[in-house]
């Protein structure tokens, strides 16, 4: 239970947040404002922004219950699963979308292939942002329910609100700069668990020789290469070619939340630099998100379910103080991402479904109110989505399942769009809708085609080669796009030259 | 086939050194980028070798392979 003194940092805290996101509402006078920050804002910022959006609750708590079952292989998302993904959006994508004013993802497959493909990543987007805040929603009640036994719902109806207000009025400008704040807290408290649970296990060394000498099934927990017959869901195949080659680069390219951030810089050099700055803070994430949960393996040892690892680590090892600035961090992480997902989707429907299909002509001003209204809209389908995640065995499994649904496929028609000039737009439409079939019938059907827990890594591989090579083929019988259309668009050995003008 | 089990024979420590040789080709590949191309958006008289963002990137990419390497 939190004391009075925790109260005090938390209350403080969300009331900071609050009147921070609130202050920067005065630099909302346009939808460029509210959706891209008036094209503004420093690298650091955005760096910042970028990692902490990306890890929010769904970190805290899934992955120390993933490292409680699996050890430091799940480390591999924040590590292999981000790095390598990131330079390659720094060096070679986000120029492309930087220069070419994009305000969405698809909206760049919109000009490259057409409306449809356009249309269809958007809605799965929106899908899938949906869906995630649902799950963040839900691991915020588990947490909350432990911590202080309030239940389920009181918890999510208790955060929506809180972090509703704040993103309706502040847009991304506000969302960025609360991020940084948000982001302090989450390493100073996620830190402050570490240190002390370290202590508390008698110190590192200790701790590998207490687990190891636990049973054979941690033998593995602190070997980040996984075996390929391993039964966990991180066998380093998959690691390699679904995440490495696939899941990664589309998150780290196609996902709107990450590359909005990047688009609202005030030149290429911080759009560049926003992204290889968060490659390297991304990198600290697994010492304060995994770590706690590898020790509740010696503390709290026989949880039934790895989820509670953090919970209970926070309830035994923090002292008044520092479990209600834990749950701070906590807070911010949920924030961070709850409000990076309100508003990235607002602009994608605002910008993608609104702007071409219900009305053409409307004044920016009109534009604004559908992007806030918007916002105001998906928290409800959030919260109304929350309990989806509760017939998952891994909160942090669920959403990967969820992403690789669409990740192949969406990456291999960003990849061939941008790289391969004969992609055409019946090529990367048929690309995008077999691949996502492919995708849900071999999650249908896994058992009888893969023999580990949760083959979401290899769906995402085979997915997006069964979209590559359905977009080659289609491109092959089908007319591409002119020249003159391809310009900016597709990959030029000019852009890396010093001109502008690609 | 779906499973990857035609790589089932490479031991655990030989897949470490794949990630490590990764690590090193990006690094590599980095390198090969035209400084210029780094510095767009930056004016001639700020540019410096802290803002140079190769090297940004390969500090981020020996964190990477010290993290490989040790676990």
Redesign the interface.
């Known amino acids: 239970m939190l004391t009075g003194v925790d109260y005090f940092v938390v209350i403080a805290y969300i009331i900071g947040m609050l009147l921070l996101g609130l202050y920067f509402k005065r630099f909302v006078d346009s939808s460029e404002d509210y959706f891209l920050g008036g094209r503004s804002l420093p690298f650091w910022a955005i760096g910042m922004s970028i990692v902490v959006s990306d890890i929010g609750a769904l970190d805290f708590v899934g992955v120390s219950g993933q490292a409680y079952r699996y050890g430091?292989s799940v480390?591999n998302f924040d590590?292999?699963g981000s790095?390598?993904a990131?330079?390659l959006a720094?060096?070679i994508f986000i120029?492309y979308f930087w220069r070419g004013g994009m305000y969405t993802i698809p909206e760049y497959l919109g000009k490259r292939y057409n409306l449809s493909v356009r249309t269809i990543a958007s809605l799965t987007w929106i899908l899938f942002f949906a869906l995630d805040l649902g799950v963040l929603f839900w691991s915020s009640a588990v947490l909350l329910n432990v911590l202080l036994g309030w239940t389920i719902w009181s918890s999510i109806l208790i955060t929506a609100g809180v972090v509703g207000l704040y993103t309706y009025f502040g847009g991304i400008t506000a969302v960025i700069m609360t991020d940084v704040v948000q982001m302090v807290i989450m390493f100073v408290g996620g830190a402050a668990l570490v240190y002390l649970s370290l202590d508390a296990v008698g110190g590192w060394d200790n701790l590998v020789d207490k687990v190891y000498n636990m049973g054979p099934e941690y033998r593995e927990h602190?070997?980040?290469?996984?075996?390929?017959?391993t039964k966990s869901p991180f066998?380093?195949?998959?690691i390699?070619?679904g995440l490495?080659f696939v899941m990664s680069n589309a998150y780290m390219i196609g996902n709107q939340s990450i590359v909005q951030r990047c688009l609202t810089a005030k030149?290429?050099?911080?759009?560049?630099?926003s992204m290889?700055?968060a490659?390297?803070l991304k990198?600290a994430i697994p010492v304060l998100v995994l770590f706690p949960g590898l020790m509740a393996i010696v503390v709290h040892p026989g949880l039934a379910d790895g989820d509670q690892a953090l919970p209970m680590m926070i309830k035994t090892i923090l002292p008044p103080g520092l479990v209600g600035l834990m749950f701070a961090a906590f807070f911010a992480g949920l924030m961070s991402s709850v409000d990076s997902l309100l508003n990235s989707t607002a602009t994608l429907f605002t910008k993608d479904i609104y702007e071409p299909f219900i009305k053409k002509d409307g004044d920016d001003d009109h534009y604004l109110k559908v992007g806030k209204l918007t916002t105001l809209v998906l928290l409800l389908i959030g919260v109304a989505t929350a309990p989806i995640s509760s017939g998952f065995p891994g909160i942090y499994v669920a959403i990967q399942t969820f992403m690789s649904f669409f990740q192949g496929p969406l990456f291999a028609i960003l990849l061939l769009g941008i790289f391969w000039k004969k992609s055409t737009p019946l090529g990367g439409l048929s690309a995008l809708v077999i691949g996502i079939g492919s995708a849900i019938l071999m999650h249908i059907f896994k058992g009888q085609?893969?023999?580990?827990e949760d083959?979401f890594l290899?769906i995402s591989w085979?997915s997006f080669l069964v979209g590559f090579v359905v977009n080659v083929v289609v491109s092959l019988m089908t007319r591409p796009h002119t020249k003159e259309h391809l310009k900016g668009l597709v990959y030029d050995p000019k852009?890396?030259?010093?001109s502008?003008e690609i | 086939m779906l499973n990857f089990d035609w790589l089932s024979g490479i031991s655990q420590e030989t897949a470490r050194y794949i990630f490590l040789g990764l690590y090193v080709l990006i690094g590599g590949l980095v390198l090969l980028i035209p400084t210029d191309y780094i510095y767009v958006g930056v004016k001639k008289e700020d540019r410096h070798w802290y803002n140079n963002l190769k090297l940004w990137a390969i500090c981020s990419l020996s964190i990477l392979f010290f993290i490989y390497y040790i676990f």
Do not use: C, R, Y
């Not at chain 1, 066998?235 to 998959?238: C, E, L």
């Not at chain 1, 852009?495 to 010093?498: F, K």
């Open positions: 430091v480390g590590w292999v790095v390598p990131m330079l720094a060096f120029p602190f070997h980040i290469i996984q075996p390929s017959d066998p380093w195949t998959g390699l070619f490495t030149n290429e050099w911080h759009a560049k630099a290889i700055l490659s390297a990198m085609f893969f023999h580990i083959p290899f085979w852009i890396l030259s010093t502008k």
